[in-house]
């Protein structure tokens, strides 16, 4: 009886040059941010966008959810 194994897959590692790493992790950090603030800081009076509370009712739910106060 003979025995066949069969090849074992090694993992590869991925190498990803600084450059392209530094742009993810700038573009990560900026997404992060701005999801911050519509979801944690925007209150509709102190928006960036004036006196509008679209945002601030689109998120609402979230807001109480994630334990941020908005009334």
């Not at 590692?13 to 944690?40: D, E, M, N, R």
Request: charged share 10%; glycine share 8%; proline share 6%.
């Amino acid at each position: 009886m003979s025995s066949t194994s069969a090849p074992i897959a090694l993992p590869t590692q991925v190498v990803l040059p600084l450059s392209k790493a530094a742009f993810w992790l700038a573009g990560t950090a900026i997404l992060a941010l701005l999801v911050y603030y519509f979801i944690g800081v925007d209150q509709g009076a102190t928006s960036i966008f004036g006196n509008d509370v679209h945002i601030h009712e689109f998120v609402h739910d979230a807001r109480h959810f994630l334990g941020f106060p908005c009334h």
